[in-house]
């Protein structure tokens, strides 16, 4: 899915997420949901790797990535790597995301000048 999401013109955010992560469930509920990180996520090709199961394939997926457990979310530009120095991991309030949005967003313009 991945793969096929980074032929798009957007910048792929791609968000580990598991149904007993505390952590998951609140950024759901009241970061996700905040008006200002809404319009800013709706530029980005979403995606969510569900590794709630915890299973062997949901630890490869992790391992894969470099990733210890949900939540994290991690951006990727049209054909290219992954924007390593703006990966969050853990729980971030809706100013503090809408902040990162921005700034992953305002990175990728800036490279394509």
């Not at 590794?51 to 490869?60: F, G, I, L, R």
Request: with cysteine; proline share 4%.
């Amino acid at each position: 899915k991945l793969k096929a999401a980074r032929k798009s013109k957007k910048t792929v955010m791609l968000d580990f997420y598991a149904d007993w992560c505390v952590s998951c469930i609140e950024m759901e509920q009241s970061t996700f949901h905040d008006p200002r990180v809404a319009t800013l996520m709706s530029r980005f090709t979403l995606l969510q790797a569900d590794v709630t199961k915890n299973d062997e394939t949901d630890q490869a997926l992790l391992k894969r990535f470099g990733i210890f457990g949900p939540p994290a979310i991690l951006f990727f530009p049209p054909q290219e790597n992954e924007m390593r120095q703006y990966r969050a991991v853990g729980f971030m309030n809706a100013n503090d995301f809408s902040s990162l949005l921005t700034t992953v967003l305002n990175a990728k313009i800036l490279t394509n000048l």
